[in-house]
T-cell receptor
Framework: NAGVTQTPKFQVLKTGQSMTLQCAQD?????MSWYRQDPGMGLRLIHY???????DQGEVPNGYNVSRSTTEDFPLRLLSAAPSQTSVYFC????????????FGSGTRLTVV | GIQVEQSPPDLILQEGANSTLRCNFS?????LQWFHQNPWGQLINLFY???GTKQNGRLSATTVATERYSLLYISSSQTTDSGVYFC????????????FGKGTLLTVNP
């Protein structure tokens, strides 16, 4: 049972490049989310999904795109990377009831130069 | 939206000491979790505790939902307890959005 798996762990991008952060969970959780963590700002919600085919915006969605074609996978796409997107990104998943809470992946540290 | 405040922001302990971390929240919650972010950046789920008391080894947590606060107790602290402790809540009619406090940075010295 791997839980929530994020890849890559580290990435350096040039301004304007695009990339996809991968997130997969094997717990059959309906709810999945992406957060970014910045110094002094805590963790903020980027996008979330309540099931396959259903996504919605969180607090800080600009510059990011998501899709949810399967229950297991929830990739986060950066369309045109900007230095302001330098951050640590976490993926999380939960059962819809909220019982037992959210499980987080190990994070992706992204630097945009 | 709901506000989550954690105190103290920083705490330095000697190994073996006990500590209490506090989380106040501004509205009723459906979910409350305590996380430990270790020095490698991993977020470890410590407790899911929307109400009541739970214990896990040297750690325990109590949430008094009616008074809108939660406490995390660390007894006989060890250097491996160092890191940032976050309280996160879910409020309102849905279970999708965790709102995090800014965390308590704990340093345990040998």
């Amino acid at each position: 049972n791997a839980g929530v798996t994020q890849t890559p762990k580290f990435q350096v991008l040039k301004t304007g490049q695009s990339m996809t952060l991968q997130c997969a969970q094997d717990m059959n959780h309906e709810y999945m989310s992406w957060y970014r963590q910045d110094p002094g700002m805590g963790l903020r919600l980027i996008h979330y999904s309540v099931g396959a085919g259903i996504t919605d915006q969180g607090e800080v969605p600009n510059g990011y795109n998501v899709s949810r074609s399967t229950t297991e996978d929830f990739p986060l796409r950066l369309l045109s990377a900007a230095p302001s997107q330098t951050s640590v990104y976490f993926c999380a998943s939960s059962h819809p009831s909220g019982h037992y809470g959210y499980t987080f992946g190990s994070g992706t540290r992204l630097t945009v130069v | 939206g709901i506000q989550v405040e954690q105190s103290p922001p920083d705490l330095i302990l000697q190994e073996g000491a006990n500590s209490t971390l506090r989380c106040n929240f501004s509205d009723s919650v459906n979910n409350l979790q305590w996380f430990h972010q270790n020095p490698w950046g991993q977020l470890i789920n410590l407790f899911y505790i929307p109400s009541g008391t739970k214990q896990n080894g040297r750690l325990s947590a109590t949430t008094v939902a009616t008074e809108r606060y939660s406490l995390l107790y660390i007894s006989s602290s060890q250097t491996t307890d160092s890191g940032v402790y976050f309280c996160a809540v879910i409020s309102g009619g849905s279970n999708y959005k965790l709102t995090f406090g800014k965390g308590t940075l704990l340093t345990v010295n040998p």
